[in-house]
């Protein structure tokens, strides 16, 4: 047995180095999310060959999070920049064996130890600039969670601006957001070093427990999805506008199953 120790890269004596600690992993976070549809075959095309298209190929969703997060132990809280960063997550509904499932084809995050635990768990991410506009309880700087709050977001890759979302607040949401809400499946890739073929390609549903839900409110939304030459999220673009939601989310993620395993 190896006498460096560490769940992620890089290993060291300790332990301490790691860029990413073992689970169980406890996530707190500040949810704005936008639905509408899009191209369903746009939609499709990013469907991996184990799914099948949804009941309503063409619905997006698209989600700006700022979360806290933190092992057992806490001690996060503590130093914030280990424990608070913001994503932005695009999902898609999806069937697997004829079952309905939801899956993150893209999605952006600000912080290095963010972005590997995604890759654990099968989330494509990638480096983004997030930023959310916050609501307040006290003063003006900012809106209330009541009707007629203003909420923005925006994503920003490499420089270029990718997304704008805006959800103005009517009330307490009947339903809430759809796209994400059945069982949600990624895909673990990872590349060999001597050849293209993948040296792991897994199908794995994602998991959590001790889920808790604030009430959710809903809106009137709107987005603008901007072209890159390094990004594809433009072929996602709206046609059709279904709401916006706010909310606050909190679980915690143990693990999960692997459904499939093979190569592509």
Known sequence: ??????????????????????????????????????????????????LEPADDPGAVSVIFADWQSCTDEGEEWLDPYHAQY???????????????????????????????????QGFPKKHGDVWMTRPVTVGKAGPRIAPGGKLGATLSVGGRRLIEAQVQLIGLAEKGPQVNNPPQYNSRHFPRWDSLEPALYEMVTVKGVDKECSPIWEGTASINVFDSPFEELKALEPIEMLGGYYHSFGYTMIGGEVVEQHKR
């Open 86 to 120: 913001k994503e932005a997550m695009v999902y898609v509904g999806a069937k697997y064996k004829g079952q309905p499932i939801c899956r993150c084809v893209y999605i952006w995050v600000d912080k290095d130890f963010a972005m590997l635990r995604g890759w654990v």
């Open 1 to 50: 047995m190896s006498k460096l120790r560490g769940f992620s890269l890089p290993l060291s004596p300790e332990g301490k180095a790691n860029l990413l600690p073992a689970p169980p992993w406890h996530y707190s976070g500040d949810m704005l999310l936008v639905e509408y549809r899009a191209n369903p075959d746009a939609v499709i095309a990013l469907l991996p060959d184990e």
